[in-house]
């Protein structure tokens, strides 16, 4: 290009101004709609925070009876960082002891729980091991301590069992069709190798994601997950909510 012409600097002058213009508006525009998500983020948490301030007053009557019959299990699932911080979880428990809740399930994917129970059932008032229960009520709350690590060998096991109760049903040369294993299957192969099950019907996550943070897939299977946001900002009328809104749920598995 011969920039000593005139038109054609003219020219490349305005292509590139007309460049820096467009580019300059894509950034204003993007950071627009940051601007407009973050405060609608901000108006939505403010407005959570309020209703959960009004819940827990019990000044919004819909959320002051639950059928917490519904929830025979629940399961909490909580990031690394919130499981170092007992007490919050403890407030947690306390909390729902007084919902009423009476099985709960505990979960971190590195077992910090696990290994600070006995600090856990010293400060819940009536808490005991689930595995101490068996299928039993008690006036309390039923508490299980589950890691990523948990399970795993006994699924395995079970695994097996069901492996070798397929070749021992099949006959050579015998076209079986399709073979199906249930869940009645997988229970009874797992207390085969004496491992209880105990599937949540609720599954509420503190932790900064819309994960179940590593929970045991296995066991989510006609589970309702709520995250919940941080345990360290956690709320106890979000909770009331989060389980009033579960078990108002019309049920229709087995129906």
Known sequence: MDFNDPMLALSSWIGQVSFLIGDFGLGLLWRFIHIVVT???????????????????????????????????????????????????????????????????????????KKSKDMILEMVPRSVLLQETGEKDTSGIALEFISSSDNKEAVVKAANILFQKYLKSRHPGKDEGENVFTETHLNEALRVVGESVHVPDLLLVYGPVRSHLGFPAWRLRYTEIVHMGSLKYMRYGSLLKAIHKFTGVRQNYGV
């Open 39 to 113: 405060l609608c983020h901000i108006v939505s948490g403010i407005f959570e925070a309020v209703e959960s301030y009004a819940i827990s007053l019990g000044l919004i009557q819909k959320y002051s009876s639950i059928d917490i019959e519904k929830l025979k299990c629940l399961a909490v699932v909580v990031d690394i960082e919130a499981a170092r911080d007992v007490s919050k979880v403890v407030e947690l428990l306390q909390w729902l002891t007084t919902i009423g809740v009476k099985q709960v399930g505990l979960f971190d994917s590195q077992g910090l729980l």
